[in-house]
């Protein structure tokens, strides 16, 4: 069956890709896509590794169906020196053939065959040696307590670092991997180990179990010192009748801390193998806790990769990460049926991974840990992304490639949180049970192979007898970008009430985009009727409409986003909005986020006064839900930083956020209590970051700043005594020692970071150090981030500080513009795309914008994805600026 199912999968890829693409002349490198009259058919991949060492070696053996005549093939490598190229024929005969790497910049390169061959299947063996990448892609290196490891992240574009291939989604086929490294060292893939040999000088060879067809950007493996943990087996179920053999894999000494994350992992797979009655397919299952790491984790299927601090808990573990350890599990073993089973024919469509998995694992936490309010989670999410999607230079879902920076910056709020919620607001329109159906199908038609959007809309399409205009409104939020503005007006008429709907494009003060835009909207509208609280829908495929709201109570409050299902911003009328904020308390939790949210859209309209905004917020602070009660902070944030612009108007919203939220942090304390709900641990953290650093609330500073001497001070054996902070509020109160003690506190995190492995430590000092204020000190904290004591990975933690105020935003421009090649060179350029928000970020000027955009526009060429980058900053900043204008500080 799984060479009958890779047959059909090749077939049909190739039918594909020859229907796409028309044969590349053979004097032009191809530019994105690689031509398809060449297709893998299947990889055998042999590394030599010692992470010792600077470099390793490899042998990649790839079978290749030429379709057409050709004196050459076009595939991907980047920055390999190979030595040997052989091209071996239908026939058995063996020829040289020479490896040309054509284009450095883009990874692209030419196998020269010598002489034309017909269309046959090829097989090219190339040796080859490479050094181990130093910016956390293809195969790379780091270092934990001074001891090396070596491991892999090969997503988006990163294989071809560590191996010649085809290096697209679409390109999907069985691997056969081979390790051979020291006897003292372990090597952990994506399938099991089938054999293990001798390889003479102090070597071992070990070979694993054959794939399932995969990506290039699947394809997995670690070679170092590794612990392994042994989990529960995950038991068979009515999809599958083997056992899962599940292991943490963690840095020597480390494992051991990851019982937690194993214990509930068999609960999240049984829970996607019930929705999508697929039972999952990659055998083991592995999951590893990596020492340095780029994304927060990776789907490879059999050996998802993560960072350290998501697996590594115990029970005094900040809840923080027990929460985000459980959440991001669930969304990279959603992608094991979503990405790996089925996975998206090009990177347009990498919402189809992202999107899904972020759906699903909300699905997933909801099941099995409903106090996590996932449901609320969705809601913030999708409000993050609006903010996003609010720009005129925002991404569609499905966004078109031009180059490597489209692929590599597509992976962002609009891919994740936006898609997610367009999938729960058409899973709402049609109904779960049928979306179920749709996505259950989806997954048998493609099982092992690619899809596209067309393929799932369809889907979904098929199962709820839904036809053209349902696949056109789901196109709508797909195939353009923007945030709809539903407006709404209550009338009566001919004795019933109705509400007349209008849509448009929700634009902030100051955008130059084009309002007159239309979606396809699921439109769900609840009120107050005579028998109670009631939910009418439409779908609002035009610029008007209205419905009637049966049995309506007289003065009827109007909610319209009911359940907060859409992805849309509502706005009312003058009479509206009074009578709903006087009911805010009839509202579900996540209709009250969607009244936060489009409260602040308004403000961000400039439709609203800051006195104005702070009043409709006002009772929502008094929520007992704490996601729903710190909803309004980051408007009132914004209105403290930029609005107000003296004393006495800061005064006044420190006022007001302390009458808020001070006895409730008062209430809850400032250590964790043994039993206490893990919902009230969060909200303390919450409220504690927010009142004391962002508000600088004196008597939250003083509580800390307890906290954040006694961590600082010495213990016997030389280190700081970090355990005397409560776990939770250990970053926060750093913070605000180093913001109070200036240099002394500095000094003593940048000494002991080095000199600490685990890392919720690293991290809660990491967030101490970028709280720096003092300019000598914060130059002195941004220089130890480009140092080998700090992780690539970590290195944002710091950086991202310092965008509060105008002077400490003057002060990290200087620095970065200083030493921004330093920094390139570090993270390289998955992270480019972000280089311009990292220093921009926060500004709230014209001035501020136009030098970011003097500096970077002669240097987008250079750094790939920064031009997406750049523009959303310099509108985001621009947009800031026009809010200020026009807003009144004296009316606060």
Same mark, same amino acid.
């Given at each position: 069956?799984?060479?009958?199912?890779?047959?059909?999968?090749?077939?049909?890829?190739?039918?594909?890709?020859?229907?796409?693409?028309?044969?590349?002349?053979?004097?032009?490198?191809?530019?994105?896509?690689?031509?398809?009259?060449?297709?893998?058919?299947?990889?055998?991949?042999?590394?030599?590794?010692?992470?010792?060492?600077?470099?390793?070696?490899?042998?990649?053996?790839?079978?290749?169906?030429?379709?057409?005549?050709?004196?050459?093939?076009?595939?991907?490598?980047? @920055?390999?020196?190979?030595?040997?190229?052989?091209?071996?024929?239908?026939?058995?005969?063996?020829?040289?053939?020479?490896?040309?790497?054509?284009?450095? *910049? =883009?990874?692209?390169?030419?196998?020269?065959?010598?002489?034309?061959?017909?269309?046959?299947?090829?097989?090219?063996?190339?040796?080859?040696?490479?050094?181990?990448?130093?910016?956390?892609?293809?195969?790379?290196?780091?270092?934990?307590?001074?001891?090396?490891?070596?491991?892999?992240?090969?997503?988006?574009?990163?294989?071809?670092?560590?191996?010649?291939?085809?290096?697209?989604?679409?390109?999907?086929?069985?691997?056969?991997?081979?390790?051979?490294?020291?006897?003292?060292?372990?090597?952990?893939?994506?399938?099991?180990?089938?054999?293990?040999?001798?390889?003479?000088?102090?070597?071992?060879?070990?070979? &694993?179990?054959?794939?399932?067809? /995969?990506?290039?950007?699947?394809?997995?493996?670690?070679?170092?010192?590794?612990?392994?943990?042994?989990?529960?087996?995950?038991?068979?179920?009515?999809?599958?009748?083997?056992?899962?053999?599940?292991?943490?894999?963690?840095?020597? +000494?480390?494992?051991?801390?990851?019982?937690?994350?194993?214990?509930?992992?068999?609960?999240?797979?049984?829970?996607?193998?019930?929705?999508?009655?697929? +039972?999952?397919?990659?055998?083991?299952?592995?999951?590893?806790?990596?020492?340095? &790491?780029?994304?927060?984790?990776?789907? !490879?299927?059999?050996?998802?990769?993560?960072?350290?601090?998501?697996?590594?808990?115990?029970?005094?573990?900040?809840?923080?990460?027990?929460?985000?350890?459980?959440?991001?599990?669930?969304?990279?073993?959603?992608?094991?049926?979503?990405?790996?089973?089925?996975?998206?024919?090009?990177?347009?469509?990498?919402?189809?991974?992202?999107?899904?998995?972020?759906?699903?694992?909300?699905?997933?936490?909801?099941?099995?840990?409903?106090?996590?309010?996932?449901? /609320?989670?969705?809601?913030?999410?999708?409000?993050?992304?609006?903010?996003?999607?609010?720009?005129?230079?925002?991404?569609?879902?499905?966004?078109?490639?031009?180059?490597?920076?489209?692929?590599?910056?597509?992976?962002?709020?609009?891919?994740?949180?936006?898609?997610?919620?367009?999938?729960?607001?058409?899973?709402?329109?049609? +109904?779960?049970?049928?979306?179920?159906?749709?996505?259950?199908?989806?997954?048998?038609?493609?099982?092992? +192979?690619?899809?596209?959007?067309?393929?799932?809309?369809?889907?979904?399409?098929?199962?709820?007898?839904? #036809?053209?205009?349902?696949?056109?409104?789901? !196109?709508?939020?797909?195939?353009?970008?923007?945030?709809?503005?539903?407006?709404?007006?209550?009338?009566?008429?001919?004795?019933?009430?109705?509400?007349?709907?209008?849509?448009?494009?929700?634009?902030?003060? #100051?955008?130059? @985009?084009?309002? @007159?835009?239309?979606?396809?909207?699921?439109?769900?509208?609840?009120?107050?009727?005579?028998?109670?609280?009631?939910?009418?829908?439409?779908?609002?495929? *035009?610029?008007?409409?209205?419905?009637?709201?049966?049995?309506?109570?007289?003065?009827?409050?109007?909610?319209?986003?009911?359940?907060?299902?859409?992805?849309?911003?509502?706005?009312?009328?003058?009479?509206?909005?009074?009578?709903?904020? $006087?009911?805010?308390?009839?509202?579900?939790?996540?209709?009250?986020?969607?009244?936060?949210?489009?409260?602040?859209?308004?403000?961000?309209?400039?439709?609203?006064?800051?006195?104005?905004?702070?009043?409709?917020?006002?009772?929502?602070?008094?929520?007992?839900?704490?996601?729903?009660?710190?909803?309004?902070?980051?408007?009132?944030?914004?209105?403290?930083?930029?609005?107000?612009?003296?004393?006495?108007?800061?005064?006044?919203?420190?006022?007001?956020?302390?009458?808020?939220?001070?006895?409730?942090?008062?209430?809850? #304390?400032?250590?964790?209590?043994?039993?206490?709900?893990?919902?009230?641990?969060?909200?303390?953290?919450?409220?504690?970051?927010?009142?004391?650093?962002?508000?600088?609330?004196?008597?939250?500073?003083?509580?800390?700043?307890?906290?954040?001497?006694?961590?600082?001070? *010495?213990?016997?054996?030389?280190?700081?005594?970090?355990?005397?902070?409560?776990?939770?509020?250990? #970053?926060?109160?750093? @913070?605000?020692?180093?913001? =109070?003690?200036?240099?002394?506190?500095?000094?003593?995190?940048?000494?002991?970071?080095?000199?600490?492995?685990?890392?919720?430590?690293?991290?809660?000092?990491?967030?101490?150090?970028?709280?720096?204020?003092?300019?000598?000190?914060?130059?002195?904290?941004?220089?130890?981030?480009?140092?080998?004591?700090?992780?690539?990975?970590?290195?944002?933690?710091?950086?991202?500080?310092?965008?509060?105020?105008?002077?400490?935003?003057?002060?990290?421009?200087?620095?970065?513009?200083?030493?921004?090649?330093?920094? /390139?060179?570090?993270?390289?350029?998955?992270?480019?795309?972000?280089?311009?928000?990292?220093?921009?970020?926060?500004?709230?000027?014209?001035?501020?914008?136009?030098?970011?955009?003097?500096?970077?526009?002669?240097?987008?060429?250079?750094?790939?994805?920064?031009?997406?980058?750049?523009?959303?900053?310099?509108?985001?900043?621009?947009?800031?600026?026009? /809010?200020?204008?026009? $807003?009144?500080?004296?009316?606060?």
């Amino acid at each position: 069956m799984h060479r009958l199912v890779s047959t059909i999968a090749l077939t049909a890829l190739a039918a594909c890709c020859t229907a796409a693409f028309a044969a590349t002349p053979n004097d032009q490198a191809p530019h994105g896509r690689l031509p398809a009259w060449a297709v893998p058919q299947s990889y055998q991949l042999s590394f030599r590794v010692d992470p010792s060492q600077a470099q390793f070696t490899g042998t990649t053996t790839i079978k290749v169906a030429l379709k057409a005549a050709a004196d050459h093939v076009w595939l991907d490598g980047n @920055g390999l020196v190979v030595s040997k190229v052989a091209v071996t024929g239908a026939d058995g005969k063996t020829l040289d053939g020479k490896y040309v790497a054509v284009s450095p *910049k =883009e990874g692209v390169s030419r196998i020269d065959f010598g002489s034309v061959l017909k269309p046959q299947l090829l097989t090219l063996t190339i040796d080859y040696s490479a050094p181990f990448n130093e910016q956390l892609q293809g195969l790379y290196k780091v270092s934990r307590a001074g001891v090396p490891y070596a491991m892999t992240q090969m997503e988006p574009i990163s294989a071809r670092f560590a191996f010649p291939g085809f290096d697209e989604p679409g390109f999907k086929t069985p691997y056969d991997i081979t390790l051979t490294i020291p006897n003292s060292q372990v090597g952990v893939a994506n399938t099991r180990q089938i054999s293990e040999t001798a390889a003479g000088d102090g070597f071992k060879t070990l070979k &694993f179990e054959q794939t399932r067809p /995969l990506p290039t950007y699947l394809v997995a493996f670690a070679v170092g010192p590794w612990d392994i943990a042994k989990g529960p087996d995950i038991s068979p179920d009515d999809f599958r009748k083997d056992a899962i053999t599940l292991r943490g894999v963690a840095a020597t +000494g480390e494992a051991h801390r990851m019982q937690h994350v194993l214990s509930e992992t068999p609960s999240i797979i049984h829970t996607l193998e019930n929705y999508y009655g697929f +039972g999952y397919p990659f055998g083991k299952l592995d999951l590893l806790a990596a020492p340095d &790491f780029s994304a927060g984790a990776m789907e !490879n299927p059999g050996l998802v990769t993560f960072r350290d601090w998501l697996l590594l808990l115990d029970p005094d573990s900040p809840e923080q990460y027990v929460r985000g350890s459980f959440n991001v599990t669930a969304h990279e073993l959603a992608h094991q049926w979503t990405g790996d089973t089925v996975t998206l024919a090009w990177w347009d469509d990498i919402w189809l991974n992202e999107a899904f998995a972020t759906w699903m694992q909300q699905k997933v936490t909801m099941k099995v840990h409903p106090e996590y309010r996932a449901d /609320l989670d969705r809601i913030s999410g999708a409000e993050g992304a609006m903010r996003n999607d609010s720009l005129n230079s925002a991404r569609k879902i499905r966004q078109p490639i031009t180059g490597n920076g489209d692929i590599e910056t597509a992976f962002d709020g609009i891919t994740y949180q936006k898609g997610a919620a367009v999938i729960g607001m058409f899973e709402g329109y049609v +109904g779960e049970d049928t979306f179920q159906q749709g996505m259950r199908s989806y997954i048998q038609a493609h099982k092992f +192979g690619n899809a596209t959007a067309k393929d799932l809309v369809g889907s979904i399409a098929t199962a709820a007898h839904q #036809g053209d205009a349902f696949k056109h409104a789901f !196109n709508s939020f797909l195939d353009q970008s923007g945030v709809p503005y539903v407006q709404a007006k209550v009338e009566q008429k001919n004795g019933k009430t109705e509400v007349q709907l209008s849509q448009s494009r929700y634009l902030p003060l #100051g955008s130059t @985009g084009d309002m @007159g835009r239309v979606w396809g909207i699921p439109v769900c509208v609840r009120y107050a009727s005579t028998a109670g609280a009631k939910s009418s829908c439409m779908m609002l495929d *035009k610029a008007t409409g209205s419905m009637t709201l049966a049995d309506a109570a007289p003065s009827a409050w109007v909610m319209p986003n009911a359940d907060a299902r859409g992805y849309y911003r509502f706005s009312l009328d003058k009479a509206g909005w009074t009578n709903l904020a $006087q009911h805010v308390d009839s509202l579900s939790n996540g209709e009250q986020l969607a009244y936060a949210d489009s409260v602040d859209a308004g403000f961000r309209k400039g439709e609203w006064t800051a006195a104005e905004a702070m009043a409709a917020l006002q009772p929502l602070t008094k929520v007992n839900v704490g996601e729903v009660a710190v909803a309004p902070l980051s408007t009132l944030e914004w209105i403290y930083r930029y609005e107000a612009t003296n004393d006495a108007q800061r005064a006044k919203v420190v006022e007001w956020v302390k009458a808020a939220y001070l006895p409730r942090m008062q209430q809850l #304390g400032y250590q964790r209590k043994a039993g206490e709900l893990s919902a009230d641990t969060l909200l303390r953290t919450q409220l504690a970051a927010a009142l004391a650093l962002n508000f600088k609330v004196p008597e939250v500073r003083a509580a800390l700043l307890t906290q954040g001497d006694a961590a600082l001070a *010495k213990k016997a054996d030389g280190h700081l005594n970090l355990q005397a902070a409560d776990p939770d509020l250990l #970053g926060v109160a750093l @913070g605000v020692a180093v913001q =109070e003690r200036g240099k002394p506190a500095v000094d003593a995190l940048i000494a002991e970071l080095p000199q600490t492995t685990s890392p919720d430590l690293r991290n809660a000092m990491l967030e101490g150090l970028s709280n720096v204020e003092q300019p000598a000190q914060a130059d002195q904290v941004r220089d130890f981030a480009l140092t080998k004591d700090v992780k690539v990975g970590e290195m944002a933690m710091i950086l991202r500080g310092g965008q509060e105020t105008t002077e400490s935003r003057n002060s990290l421009w200087q620095w970065f513009t200083a030493h921004d090649a330093q920094v /390139l060179g570090r993270t390289g350029s998955f992270a480019s795309g972000m280089l311009p928000r990292l220093v921009g970020g926060g500004s709230c000027s014209t001035a501020e914008a136009d030098r970011l955009q003097a500096y970077f526009t002669p240097r987008l060429k250079d750094i790939a994805g920064s031009d997406r980058g750049l523009a959303q900053t310099r509108e985001q900043t621009v947009l800031c600026a026009a /809010l200020k204008a026009k $807003q009144d500080p004296s009316k606060i």
